[in-house]
């Protein structure tokens, strides 16, 4: 059951179109300006000097959150300052309103209050009983009258017939095509439970794009304890999140995800797999992970193989944070 939230928490937990999230504080590693235009400055404030004029499109690297990950609100926009580094090599600041990241998660139907940034956008749909493919879709946003805020809101909306599973706005130009052995099935139905709970070992496969192209299979694996606490409810202790990748004849190559799903003692976070198949087309199984970070709401992780750094399976390169309606 939600609880209903203040109205000023309620308003900053429904700018789902950023997922430069203001709820924990995660930005990706590379990111990219979506303003007309944007100062560098020196300082992380308003009245720093101004080091490089940045245009739209301009890519940075994101180094760190300033003012000790602080949110505030600039000329009506709310986000935090962000230390980058521009192209030419330069370190500054820029407030994260004014950027996006690569990769940007969103569910058709859900409410939007922003403009769309301008990126190329695509759907993953059922292909057929047994797989999934990626299309690349148009998007608009269609005014629907929205019972729970007894109002009309703007909802995403795509020009197919059928339902995404979800949608993928970026910067970077994908192949369309197919992207996972799911099909009409949800990860649940595979293994009758996809909850990530302590003892739990879920498989992650890209789907083979043909019969005779082998593709490796990953293993996600939670450990931890579940405590009952005095007042009956369920506290998630010591929870650790663990992808594997065996090789044959090699060690296993394992990554703590850990670090990415941020606990709360006394909160039972209820990670769950809600997709794995192939979005970034380099044959290796991408996962889509959800959570409960705190009561306020569930978050939900993409998770790309493309973007891994030395040492990693999977990377984090973007999340999405469902309006409460």
């Known amino acids: 059951m939600r609880t209903l939230l203040p109205i000023f928490i309620l308003s900053l937990l429904s700018v789902s179109a950023i997922t430069l999230s203001a709820q924990t504080g995660f930005f990706p590693d590379n990111l990219v300006v979506s303003a007309s235009a944007l100062n560098l400055r020196d300082q992380p404030n308003k009245s720093g000097k101004v080091l490089e004029k940045l245009a739209r499109g301009s890519s940075l690297k994101y180094l760190a959150t300033a003012n000790d990950g602080a949110f505030e609100t600039l000329d009506d926009n709310y986000g ?90 970026t910067t970077i130009r994908l192949q369309p095509g197919p992207a996972g052995d799911l099909g009409i099935f949800e990860p649940a139905e595979f293994y009758f439970n996809n909850a990530l709970a302590p003892g739990a070992m879920l498989a992650l496969s890209p789907g083979a794009k043909s019969d005779d192209t082998p593709t490796p299979s990953y293993y996600l694996a939670a450990s931890g304890c579940a405590r009952l606490k005095e007042d009956l409810t369920m506290a998630l202790e010591n929870y650790k999140l663990t992808v594997l990748a065996p090789q044959d004849g090699l060690p296993t190559i394992r990554q703590d995800l850990s670090p990415w799903f941020r606990t709360t003692p006394g909160v039972n976070h209820n990670v769950r797999l809600r997709w794995f198949g192939d979005i970034d087309g380099d044959a290796r199984p991408d996962a889509i992970i959800e959570d ?30 469902p309006p409460l309606d």
């Open 80 to 169: 935090a300052w962000l230390k980058v580094q521009s192209g030419t090599g330069k370190t500054g600041f820029v407030f994260s309103s004014f950027v996006t990241g690569l990769y940007n998660l969103y569910l058709e139907g859900e409410t939007i209050f922003d403009q769309l940034p301008e990126q190329h956008w695509y759907g993953v749909y059922a292909r057929d009983s047994f797989s999934d493919e990626l299309r690349a879709i148009k998007v608009q946003l269609a005014t629907e009258y929205n019972s729970f805020r007894e109002e009309d809101t703007q909802v995403l909306r795509t020009n197919q017939s059928g339902k995404a599973k979800f949608i993928i706005g």
């Open 292 to 321: 409960m970070p705190e009561e306020m709401g569930m978050r939900i992780s993409l998770f790309l193989t493309s973007k891994a750094r030395d040492g990693e399976l999977l990377r984090k390169v973007c999340e999405y944070w």
